[in-house]
């Protein structure tokens, strides 16, 4: 039995065997060195507490993984980068001025549950550092939308989707004084909103760099960002305050691109990047929150099986 | 069958919630609160036990084609009863349990110890054997509840009486999530406890 | 006698029946000696919260249909009508008591609101005998979010059921 169990655990494909120098350790930090220059405006923006809480979500994120890998006698993978993506993807998507045991405790959610309880690296659902932040927004509702003013110790504002939903158009506008103000504020990320989502211009960078080295394909973002555009404009909103406003530019390069939970094949991840940007949108105008790219990325990671399934490439002579 | 098997099989070995994962719909709605928990627990065990008690009489006289029928309506009696008792007498718990109190009469565990104990057993072990079940389903929805309360809200009340508090609480454990986290992990603890004792046997 | 014979037929059905008429017996046993108990407290409850909304009133009327009228010493001293808001999980309850266009007082009777959020609603800050949220509402004759430009303050994160309590009162003083 012993023998024939271990035969066939060594399936041999059929050649070609390309090998690459490619491994997670470096497309890990491909992505870490991508999403340095919005997390380090968020730290210029929104002053040190942003320092502390982008340090302390890593720190957890990566004691967890170790400590729990070394308790169930797993092997240990907390070196390889993704528990540092989590970590620091997760201080990301915060207010500023959350408390730090906002980050810890969403931290080990992420790595303890949404990874590690599923079978961590690879196996894992859900994109770890978004999920947690539902359970975060879930439990600390009002740490969780107090947003800090760019620049300004101790006053709050609110972010400019959180406006437009609480009191329309116009008093976004009243905001920003002229509509150019309000585009380059949102493009270059002066405005109020979660740690490393506010600037446009320096994510677009980071995915851009991604692309171009080819850790992640542009389908996904492009669909994504191209889906919101046009369904905002559908629903009569402004189309480039949409796409630049909220997490838009931050989920669709850094967290519906995540390998684990999003479609392998091309036809796949277009049909998940138009589903993210719809959903987005639809949350956006129909339901009770501001913002809605959280819930739909981690909606359509619950698709992403069944969209696999039915793009699955057929075999040559296949019916 | 000896009458602490039937007590051990039902506070732990059969253990309704944690061991046969049946009448998880009340458990996940109503583990908000210890008192709660408790409650629903007591509720069940009351019907469980009477039901049991009844279905053992009857088991000669009631016509096998017919049995489930009247199981059914002698479970619903006893769960109306209940309900109008919690009603008159706890109308606060009675108010925040709401649909869960009808909704014993579907609650798996009850059917499945008439059907698959009370039905072929004498009196006395089938009352033992609900109020032990009954216990057992008590346990594990006070269990889940507590954490569920002192996590979710900082505090642990007991019947209207604060017995701590603290400043700090993590809201997701009493909203619906908080109870599949919950139950999900008390479950895979108590299998990885199971697995450990397993393998040393 | 077998089950598929006429006799054994009615000899099940005899016995169903039997059954359905003891349950039937005991349920009405059951409902004959709390019915007192469950009206009382529901009384008790209504009277608690008429008494939340006008609390110089010393009796209340019932007019029927959710109205009802505060009295002290015989006079009417206020309207009191029952009046549902579209919270953020389900309708809310609430009493609200009216005098000469100006509000005497809201209880909140029944809601399912987020426990920590909408829930707070109804929470009595220690050394207060009443809801902070409530009480902002007593005497005034038009009421809105200070969001919305108005005089009330809207629950942290709540906003949804905060405006729907305000705009279920501001409906009930345009009356």
């Known amino acids: 039995m012993q023998s024939q169990n271990e035969l066939q655990r060594l399936v041999c494909s059929s050649s070609p065997h390309v090998r690459s120098g490619i491994t997670i350790k470096k497309i890990m930090f491909a992505v870490v060195f991508s999403l340095l220059p919005a997390a380090g405006y968020g730290v210029y923006l929104f002053g040190m507490h942003a320092l502390l809480l982008i340090l302390s979500s890593i720190g957890m994120a990566v004691l967890t993984e170790f400590g729990l890998q070394k308790i169930f006698r797993m092997k240990v993978t907390a070196s390889d980068g993704s528990a540092i993506i989590t970590g620091l993807l997760l201080a990301m998507i915060i207010p500023p001025s959350a408390p730090l045991y906002v980050p810890i405790i969403g931290s080990f959610f992420a790595i303890a549950i949404v990874k590690l309880a599923f079978g961590g690296l690879g196996s894992n659902i859900f994109n770890p550092a978004l999920a947690a932040r539902a359970f975060l927004v879930a439990s600390f509702p009002v740490a969780m939308t107090i947003w800090a003013r760019p620049h300004v110790d101790g006053i709050t504002g609110a972010t400019p989707l959180g406006m437009l939903s609480e009191s329309g158009m116009s008093a976004v506008l009243d905001h920003f004084k002229t509509k150019i103000a309000m585009y380059s504020a949102m493009f270059f990320g002066n405005t109020s909103g979660s740690l490393g989502e506010t600037s446009a211009l320096l994510l677009l960078v980071g995915g851009l760099f991604l692309i171009a080295i080819r850790v992640i394909s542009w389908r996904i973002p492009a669909m994504f960002i191209g889906s919101v555009y046009l369904c905002s404009f559908l629903f009569g909103k402004d189309p480039l305050m949409a796409v630049l406003s909220g997490g838009v530019f931050l989920g669709a390069f850094f967290m519906a691109t995540d390998y684990v939970s999003s479609p392998t094949t091309t036809i796949g991840q277009i049909i998940f990047g138009l589903g993210c940007g719809m959903l987005t949108v639809l949350i956006r105008e129909l339901a009770s929150y501001p913002e809605g790219v959280m819930f739909a990325i981690l909606l359509m990671n619950c698709a992403v099986p069944l969209i696999d399934r039915f793009t699955k490439p057929k075999t040559l002579g296949q019916k | ?201 | 006698m077998t089950d598929e014979s006429i006799g054994g037929m009615l000899r099940i059905a005899l016995i169903l029946t039997v059954i359905m008429l003891l349950s039937a017996i005991a349920l009405a046993v059951t409902h004959i000696y709390t019915k007192p108990f469950i009206d009382q407290t529901k009384e008790q409850k209504l009277k608690e919260g008429l008494s939340m909304v006008v609390t110089q009133a010393d009796d209340f009327k019932d007019l029927g249909g959710g109205y009802y009228e505060a009295l002290l010493d015989g006079k009417v001293i206020g309207k009191i009508s029952t009046v549902y808001a579209d919270g953020y999980n389900d309708k809310i309850k609430m009493l609200i008591g009216i005098s000469d266009g100006k509000i005497l007082g809201v209880h909140i009777l029944e809601h399912l609101e987020t426990p920590g959020l909408g829930a707070r609603s109804t929470e009595v800050r220690p050394d207060e005998d009443e809801p902070w949220f409530l009480r902002q509402f007593k005497g005034l004759d038009s009421v809105a979010l200070k969001k919305d430009g108005g005089n009330i303050d809207a629950i942290t994160a709540a906003t949804i059921t905060s405006r729907a309590i305000t705009d279920a009162v501001a409906e009930e003083l345009r009356k």
């Open chain 2, 1 to 201: 069958m000896k009458t602490g098997k039937i007590i051990w099989d039902g506070l732990a070995k059969q253990n309704p919630t944690f061991r046969m994962a049946l009448g998880l719909c009340p458990t996940l709605a109503v583990t908000t609160a210890l008192t709660n928990g408790l409650v629903m627990g007591i509720a069940v065990t009351f019907v469980l036990a009477c039901s049991n008690v009844l279905v053992s009489l009857l088991r000669k006289i009631i016509p096998d084609k017919v049995r489930i029928p009247a199981f059914i309506v002698i479970i619903a009696t006893f769960v109306t009863i209940a309900d109008m008792l919690l009603e008159g007498f706890v109308p606060d718990i009675h108010k925040t349990l709401g649909i869960f109190i009808p909704l014993i009469v579907v609650n798996c565990i009850i059917l499945g110890r008439a059907e698959s104990f009370a039905s072929k057993n004498p009196v006395f072990s089938s009352l033992v054997d609900g109020i032990f079940m009954g216990l057992g389903f008590t346990l594990s929805l006070s269990l889940i509840s507590v954490i569920r309360e002192v996590l979710g809200t900082g505090k642990l009340i007991f019947f209207g009486n604060l017995l701590f508090s603290f400043d700090f609480s993590v809201l997701g454990f009493v909203l619906a999530p908080g109870a599949f986290l919950t139950l999900g992990l008390l479950l895979s603890l108590f299998n990885y406890i199971d697995l450990k004792r397993g393998t040393r046997q």
